[in-house]
Structures are given as structure tokens and as C-alpha cells.
């Protein structure tokens, strides 16, 4: 059972434009959401996260948006660059009560073109 | 050091042998992960520790698998008789708590022929 889902495994965008990530989840209980970036052979680097209680969080080129309603969040790069070309994962947690690990998302290829 | 540090960072093993796999987390980080990453596919949990609870280990997929972390540091996942299926890269992460991010080694690739 896939508790966080992200259905598209990979986008294209042009350098300049708009990137948009999509994640699904189901499990009503998670509370605290993040997304991840993966460069090949290296480790996931943390990237932004949102809690719950909150819709929108925004760093900088990043920002990402939460709707509980519809258990669906999304992560926004504007504008995208070549080097925003990794994998992305989101991942999402039960904070409380605590002892949860992060469970993943299987990833979507992002390629910026110059 | 600074990060999170995993080694070897490469492991070729025969199948049937027994494997170990060893993360340093951030000083100070009482959360420790342990996750796999198959080819073409998403990160698996696997086992979580926090301080001194017992851990959860509701992700290991057999019991050729176990894990264990000394002094609340240094952890070691082990899989002994290795499988082809085990063929994987196996990150590592630490956090400070239950409620922040977690930060990740560069993982070790095991390859099991």
C-alpha cells in the first residue's frame, strides 16, 4: 500500500519557466511534509518542508503548497534552472505521536532545458 | 565530520555471503534511518531508531535483515545470505528529533552477484 504517491516519474521544463511537482498521499494521520532532491550518486538532500497546519511555504525559488482536503501537495519552482535538474522526492511523516519515519515517494525526474 | 558518513561506499558481495553496512550520523542526532533505494524505484523504509526506544523495524523486508546502533551512534545494518534482490543502494539519515528533517549519507551501493 503506497501511502505517498507521486504518479508522475519524470518532467521537462525549458530554463525560465515554471516547474510543478505533484504529490498524492492518503494516510489522514501524516502531519508534516517535505520534499526532497536527489542528484545520482549522492544522497537525498532536504529541500522544503510544510507542516500541516500551514497551506503555503515559501524559500526563496521554492515553494510548496499544501491541501489537506484533497491530501495533495505540490512544490513550485520559479523560475527553474538547469541545475534544478535532479530527482524529486516528497516525503511525508506522523510527528505526533512521534517514533515515525519519513515515508517516501517514489520520485519525478525533473530536466531543466537551457 | 560534518554530514552524515556511510561505508563502504561500494560493496560487491557473492550471493549467499554476509554483508555489513555501517552509517556515522550527525553528532548529536538522536533519529536514525536506514532506507534502500532499488534501481528505478522510489526509497523503501527500513528500520528507525530514536534514542533509546526500541526501534521500529516494521520495514525490514526479511529476517536475513537486522540492524543495530551502539551508544546511540553508530549504527550497523547487517543481511546475511544475501540475495540478487538485495542489490541496492542503502542510505542512511539522522535527525536531531521526531518532528524535524532528516539528513542523508551518500548512501552505500551493494551489488550482489
Known amino acids: 500500500d503506497q501511502q505517498v504517491k507521486q504518479n508522475s516519474p519524470s518532467l521537462s521544463v525549458q530554463e525560465g519557466r515554471i516547474s510543478i511537482l505533484n504529490c498524492d498521499y492518503t494516510?489522514?494521520?501524516?502531519?508534516?511534509f517535505l520534499w526532497y532532491k536527489k542528484y545520482p550518486a549522492e544522497g537525498p538532500t532536504f529541500l522544503i518542508s510544510?507542516?500541516?497546519?500551514?497551506d503555503k511555504n515559501e524559500d526563496g525559488r521554492f515553494t510548496v503548497f499544501l491541501n489537506k482536503s484533497a491530501k495533495h501537495l505540490s512544490l513550485h519552482i520559479v523560475p527553474s534552472q538547469p541545475g534544478d535538474s535532479a530527482v524529486y522526492f516528497c516525503?511525508?511523516?506522523?510527528?505526533?505521536?512521534?517514533?515515525?519515519?519519513?515515508?517516501f515517494g517514489s520520485g519525478t525526474r525533473l530536466q531543466v532545458q537551457p | 565530520g560534518a554530514g552524515v558518513s556511510q561505508s563502504p561506499s561500494n560493496k560487491v558481495t557473492e550471493k549467499g555471503k554476509d554483508v555489513e553496512l555501517r552509517c556515522d550520523p550527525i553528532s548529536g542526532h538522536t533519529a536514525l534511518y536506514w532506507y534502500r533505494q532499488s534501481l528505478g524505484q522510489g526509497l523503501e523504509f527500513l528500520i528507525y531508531?530514536?534514542?533509546?526506544?526500541?526501534?521500529?523495524k516494521s520495514g525490514l523486508p526479511s529476517d536475513r535483515f537486522s540492524a543495530e546502533r551502539t551508544g546511540g551512534s553508530v549504527s550497523t545494518l547487517t543481511i546475511q545470505r544475501t540475495q540478487q534482490e538485495d542489490s541496492a543502494v542503502y542510505l542512511c539519515?539522522?535527525?536531531?528529533?521526531?518532528?524535524?528533517?532528516?539528513?542523508f549519507g551518500q548512501g552505500t551501493r551493494l551489488t550482489v552477484v
Open positions: 510544510i507542516s500541516s497546519i500551514k
Open positions: 516525503a511525508a511523516k506522523v510527528r505526533f505521536p512521534g517514533r515515525r519515519a519519513l515515508t
Open positions: 531508531f530514536q534514542g533509546n526506544s526500541a526501534p521500529d
Open positions: 494516510n489522514s494521520m501524516f502531519d508534516y
Open positions: 539519515a539522522s535527525s536531531p528529533g521526531t518532528s524535524s528533517e532528516a539528513f
